[in-house]
């Protein structure tokens, strides 16, 4: 009869596999790979489907070809599911630092600063895996006995690599904070429906080691459920909700809010205090985006720039006067001359009557666009 133990723990990892194929086909983007978001929740899904088939391959190894300690190929069976283990940790360290990156880039929409971010974050991460080496060495009972240290060393590889886990899903989690500390964007557009799922998975698995090393009470319930890729497919699934209604109201190229955005979220840009005392239309054909820094560079603080198509973008800001937007125009078209010497921009402003709606007003920006 199988053991029911060993049963909970097949179910859970092939809901981690259903869930992930099951998002990957029925979405046409995730299966063309047409967009960047596309390609990383992608490579993320494919990636946990892996690890979860990885665990459900070494709990058959390990249960069908089990040797007592002291027999004949005991220590040789050891060794193997210990470097199982370690790959398996491996793959899950891709699926961590793939969502890591992928976070950084859907909120910042740079590939050059997600670079920096996380040659930034090596240090940290080296530090943070030679503490481990240290902390488990000092609870691992016979780490230096004979027969013991090879499979040990090996075990404590595949530890750094949760460790490191644990490291970059912290990293993630604090770059959706901040990026949520000003203006938030309306909840079903927000990127952090992952966090509830993921810090469950990692808290019952970070849990169970500590159980396991006799640092905390042990608890059958705890001990017997393996739910790090599962939290980890639900957090895939409600993260692609989210970037697919986000596909109507962000540009995927610049990140920006486009015009559905400006046109049907009127009453939450008032609640939410978005800038609408003055709006300024800038167009720059062919400039492929070059645009953006540059109107960056020069906006006021409490602005907000939205992309509306074909290189034109609109800057929402407080109430200013004729004098202070002229002086904008005239900063936004040096700037873009000193960046791109073949660079034109045109630009149109408006501003915002006393009287005048919040909707009203968006509707002429949107009709000044064109």
Known sequence: MIDMGLLKFIITKALAIVFVLALIFSDGHLRRRDTVESKRIFQIAVLIAVAAFFD????????????????????????????????????????????????????FHSYEHVQKKFKKSFIPAVIISVIFIVVYMALTEGFFYEGFQTVQAIAAFGYICIAL??????????????????????????????????????????????MQYGLLPFNRILMQNEVRDLCLAIAVVLTWISVRNRYKYVDPVTGLYNR?????????????????????????????????PVLNSIKPMDAE????????????????????????????????????????????????????????????LLTLAG
């Open 165 to 210: 886990q644990v490291f970059y899903l912290i990293n993630a989690i604090q770059i959706v904070l901040k990026a949520h500390k000003g203006r938030k964007p309306p909840s079903f557009l927000r990127l952090d429906a992952f966090l509830v799922p993921v810090i469950l998975g990692f808290f019952i698995y970070l849990t169970q080691i500590l």
């Open 305 to 364: 720039i939205f992309s509306l198509g074909k290189d034109e973008y609109l800057v929402m800001a407080g109430p200013q006067s004729q004098g202070a937007i002229r002086l904008l125009i005239k900063a936004a078209t040096l700037r873009a001359s000193e960046t791109d010497s073949s660079m034109k921009v045109e630009s149109s402003y408006a501003i915002r009557q006393k009287e005048e709606s919040p909707e009203a007003f968006t509707n002429r």
């Open 260 to 292: 559905e955005f400006l046109s049907s979220m009127n009453e939450y840009m008032e609640k939410s205090g978005y800038p609408n005392g003055i709006g300024i239309c800038f167009k720059a054909p062919g400039s492929e985006g070059k645009l953006i």
């Open 56 to 107: 459900m391959f070494i709990t058959w190894v390990d249960w069908t070809f089990y040797v007592e300690p002291g027999e004949k190929g005991a220590l040789f069976h050891a060794i193997f599911i210990a470097l199982l283990n370690v790959a398996r940790e491996m793959v899950a360290l891709q699926v961590v630092v793939g969502w890591n990156l992928y976070v950084d880039y859907a909120i």
